[in-house]
């Protein structure tokens, strides 16, 4: 009996996994660029103190003015699906980015383009990403709950 029940919930939870969604939304899913499974592929990078320990802070505040400019400019490109800092923390970690792209070169050429890497007050890390295709819908819905910038 112990072991009908254990084939009957693995089966209710197959058959839950392969239902339609009924919430599915066609138009919204070709938009964003969504196979059947709502996933789509990214670059994630992961922003750490770079190795520049002599930049004034003029400079630094010049090179974050260009980065914030950046990831601006990127976001309204469609390039950068998402960004934001870390709080204080004891690992180095700065900040992340997710680009709208699909390979580590192209990546790379995105995140060269931030004036606070290129003047390695920050240091990035790229690795693939598998995540939801509704990522790219992200900087729509910022500007939406956005009053005074930031």
């Not at 960004?83 to 900040?95: L, Q, V």
């Amino acid at each position: 009996m112990k072991k009908i029940i254990i084939a009957l919930t693995l089966l209710g939870s197959m058959y839950g996994f392969t239902q339609n969604n009924q919430n599915y939304d066609e138009a919204l899913a070709k938009k964003v660029g969504a196979p059947d499974n709502g996933m789509k592929t990214y670059v994630f990078c992961l922003l750490t103190t770079g190795t520049n320990i002599t930049a004034t802070p003029e400079e630094k505040k010049k090179w974050f003015e260009g980065h914030m400019a950046n990831i601006n400019k990127l976001a309204s490109e469609g390039k950068l699906v998402m960004a934001g800092p870390f709080m204080k923390n004891d690992k180095n970690y700065r900040g992340i980015f997710i680009f709208n792209c699909t390979t580590i070169e192209e990546a790379e050429k995105l995140v060269n383009s931030d004036p606070a890497v290129q003047a390695n007050l920050l240091k990035a890390d790229l690795t693939v990403w598998y995540g939801s295709a509704a990522l790219v819908l992200m900087d729509e819905l910022h500007k939406k709950i956005t009053k005074t910038g930031f």
